[in-house]
Nanobody
Framework: QVQLVESGGGLVQAGSSLRLSCAAS????????MGWFRQAPGKEREFVAG????????NYANSVKGRFTISRDNAKNTVYLQMNSLIPEDTAVYYC???????????????????WGQGTQVTVSS
């Protein structure tokens, strides 16, 4: 069974940075795309960033482009989300996710992801 565990969230001021980590167990992430999503109170879960199995392809939501960077360390079976220039609108629970199928593209479609972590809270104060 694939398990994903996020960490690194917290309470920060606007303009600050945070780095989220997602550690996988149960399978290696080497052949799998990984994604980050977030869900703010009262809103639907939305795509934030995705990365291909090789790391060669990444994509981002327009709202975070230029501020967030997704990366992966396959040797550590871990995916990261570096978040810079945080704004209050970034406040949400952040989830990492991965699809069942190998070699899938890092789509922003939530329905393409089969395994999810429990989430980590990020709160940005103004």
């Amino acid at each position: 069974q694939v398990q994903l565990v996020e960490s690194g969230g917290g309470l920060v001021q606007a303009g600050s940075s945070l780095r989220l980590s997602c550690a996988a167990s149960g399978r290696t992430i080497t052949s799998y795309a990984m994604g980050w999503f977030r869900q703010a109170p009262g809103k639907e879960r939305e795509f934030v960033a995705g990365i291909s199995w090789s790391g060669a392809t990444t994509n981002y939501a327009n709202s975070v482009k230029g501020r967030f960077t997704i990366s992966r360390d396959n040797a550590k079976n871990t995916v990261y989300l570096q978040m810079n220039s945080l704004i209050p609108e970034d406040t949400a629970v952040y989830y990492c996710a991965t699809p069942l199928a190998r070699w899938a593209q890092p789509t922003g479609d939530i329905n393409e992801y089969d395994y999810w972590g429990q989430g980590t809270q990020v709160t940005v104060s103004s």
